[in-house]
C-alpha cells in the first residue's frame, strides 16, 4: 500500500468521522427537547430553538461560507470551521442558562456550515465520476447515520444515569480535537482551476439562479422538512401514547436512525441494481405513504410506520446532493455545497418550526404539526417522479461525469 492511498483513505475517514461527529448532536435534539422543556419551563416553540439556531447558522454559514473551502483550500477551511465547533461544545461545561446555550449553538452550526461544505467538496475531489461520487456520499452520510444513533443513545444513557445532557458535548469537542489533529497531517488533493472567474460570495449568489443547484436545493428542501419533523417532534408525538405498543414508541427515534444508518450503506448495493433516479421515486413514495398511514390511521399505526420510514429516507438526501454538486466542476463544489446545505438548513430550520408553531396554534399537539410534513414528503415524491420521466439533470451529469 503506498503513501498516496493510504492518505486517501485517511482523508476518506476524517470526512466519515467529521459527519459521526456533529451528527452526535444534531440529531439528539429531539431527546434533549423534553428535558429542556422540564428544566427551563419552555413551550414547544421555545425549547425547538435548540434545532432552529443550529440549522439557522449552518444556512448562514452555507450560504456566506461555503466558498471558502474553494478560495482558501479545503484543508484549512476544515481546521477553521472543526476548532470553532470544539471550543462551542467545551463552553457547554461554563453555562447554565437557556439563552447561553442557544447562543453556543448559533456558534456550533456557524462552524458545521463551514467544515460541511469543505468536506462535501473534498469527497467530489477524491471520487472519480458522478456515479462514484454518490456511492460515497452515501458511504458517508452512513457513518451520519451512526452518530445520529450514537448521540440520543449516549444522551439517554447520561439522563438515565444521573448526568447532564451537557456531556454529549463535551465528548464531541474531544473528537473535534482529534480530527483537527487528523487534517492538520493529511495531504488533500490540489484544486486545478478550470476557469478565471473570481472566487467569492458573488458567485455563490449567482450560482443560485442556476437551474440545477436550485432544481435539487429544493428537492433536498422538501426532504430535509419530512426528515426533520421525524428527529425533532416524533418523540413529542409519542409522549402521549398509551397503545399496545408503547415499548416501540419509547425506542421508535432509535429504530429510525438504526434504520436510516442501515439504509445509506444498503444504497451502495441498490445504485448498483437500479438507475438513482428510479430509487428516488420508489423511495420518496415510501416515506410519503407511510406518513399518510401514519396521519390517516392513529397513533397505533404511526409508532410502525414513521420509524420505519428511516429505511426510505436513507438514500434520498446523499444522493440528491451529491448529483447536485456533480452538476458543477470541482473548483465549483464548495460554493455548490454550501448553497445546498444552506437550503437543508432553511428547511430544517422553518419545518419544525412552522410544525410547532402550528401545533402550538391548535391546542398544543404535536399531531397537527406532522399533516404539514405529510405534504412535504407528497411534494417530493412528486418532484422525483418527474425527476424520473423527465431527466432534466441528465445531460449536465455527463458534462461533468469527470468532473
Known amino acids: 500500500m503506498n503513501d498516496e492511498t493510504i492518505n486517501l483513505k485517511a482523508i476518506r475517514w476524517l470526512t466519515y468521522m467529521m459527519f459521526f461527529m456533529f451528527a452526535m448532536t444534531t440529531d439528539a435534539v429531539g431527546v434533549i427537547i423534553p428535558e429542556i422543556i422540564k428544566e427551563f419551563n419552555l413551550s414547544h416553540t421555545q425549547a425547538g430553538a435548540f434545532h432552529y439556531v443550529t440549522m439557522l447558522a449552518i444556512a448562514v454559514s452555507g450560504?456566506?461560507?461555503?466558498?471558502?473551502?474553494?478560495?482558501?483550500?479545503?484543508?484549512?477551511?476544515?481546521?477553521?470551521?472543526?476548532?470553532?465547533?470544539?471550543?462551542?461544545?467545551?463552553?457547554?461545561?461554563?453555562?447554565?442558562?437557556?439563552?447561553?446555550?442557544?447562543?453556543?449553538?448559533?456558534?456550533?452550526?456557524?462552524?458545521?456550515?463551514?467544515?460541511?461544505?469543505?468536506?462535501?467538496?473534498?469527497?467530489?475531489?477524491?471520487?472519480?465520476?458522478?456515479?462514484?461520487?454518490?456511492?460515497?456520499?452515501?458511504?458517508?452520510?452512513?457513518?451520519?447515520?451512526?452518530?445520529?444513533?450514537?448521540?440520543?443513545?449516549?444522551?439517554?444513557?447520561?439522563?438515565?444515569?444521573?448526568?447532564?445532557?451537557?456531556?454529549?458535548?463535551?465528548?464531541?469537542?474531544?473528537?473535534?480535537?482529534?480530527?483537527?489533529?487528523?487534517?492538520?497531517?493529511?495531504?488533500?488533493?490540489?484544486?486545478?482551476?478550470?476557469?478565471?472567474?473570481?472566487?467569492?460570495?458573488?458567485?455563490?449568489?449567482?450560482?443560485?439562479?442556476n437551474r440545477y443547484a436550485l432544481g435539487f436545493s429544493l428537492s433536498i428542501a422538501l426532504y430535509v422538512i419530512a426528515e426533520a419533523a421525524i428527529y425533532v417532534w416524533m418523540p413529542t408525538l409519542f409522549l402521549s401514547y398509551e397503545g399496545d405498543l408503547t415499548w416501540l414508541a419509547a425506542y421508535s427515534l432509535t429504530i429510525f436512525f438504526v434504520l436510516r444508518a442501515a439504509g445509506r450503506f444498503m444504497a451502495i448495493w441498490v445504485l448498483s441494481k437500479i438507475s438513482w433516479s428510479n430509487a428516488m421515486t420508489l423511495f420518496s413514495g415510501g416515506i410519503f405513504a407511510g406518513y399518510l398511514a401514519s396521519m390517516t390511521l392513529g397513533l397505533d399505526f404511526a409508532v410502525i410506520f414513521l420509524p420505519l420510514t428511516g429505511l426510505f429516507m436513507a438514500m434520498i438526501y446523499p444522493t440528491l446532493n451529491s448529483k447536485g454538486i456533480s452538476c458543477f466542476a470541482k473548483e465549483e463544489h464548495g460554493a455548490v455545497a454550501g448553497l445546498i446545505l444552506f437550503f437543508t438548513a432553511v428547511a430544517a430550520t422553518i419545518g419544525p418550526l412552522a410544525m410547532a408553531a402550528f401545533s402550538d396554534y391548535m391546542g398544543g399537539q404535536a399531531k397537527y404539526g406532522f399533516y404539514l410534513a405529510t405534504v412535504a414528503a407528497g411534494l417530493l415524491f412528486a418532484a422525483m417522479v418527474y425527476n424520473s420521466l423527465k431527466q432534466p439533470a441528465e445531460k449536465q451529469l455527463k458534462l461533468h461525469s469527470n468532473h
Open 63 to 209: 450560504i456566506f461560507l461555503g466558498y471558502l473551502a474553494d478560495k482558501i483550500g479545503r484543508k484549512l477551511t476544515i481546521l477553521i470551521g472543526l476548532m470553532i465547533y470544539a471550543v462551542s461544545c467545551f463552553l457547554f461545561a461554563v453555562g447554565n442558562t437557556y439563552l447561553f446555550f442557544v447562543a453556543l449553538l448559533f456558534s456550533s452550526g456557524l462552524a458545521i456550515g463551514v467544515f460541511k461544505s469543505a468536506g462535501l467538496a473534498l469527497v467530489g475531489d477524491t471520487t472519480q465520476n458522478s456515479t462514484e461520487h454518490t456511492k460515497s456520499m452515501n458511504m458517508v452520510e452512513g457513518f451520519f447515520g451512526i452518530g445520529a444513533i450514537v448521540g440520543p443513545a449516549l444522551v439517554t444513557y447520561l439522563l438515565a444515569n444521573g448526568y447532564s445532557w451537557k456531556y454529549l458535548y463535551l465528548f464531541a469537542g474531544l473528537v473535534c480535537v482529534l480530527l483537527s489533529v487528523v487534517t492538520w497531517y493529511v495531504k488533500t488533493p490540489k484544486l486545478v482551476r478550470s476557469s478565471e472567474e473570481q472566487i467569492n460570495l458573488k458567485r455563490t449568489f449567482k450560482m443560485m439562479k
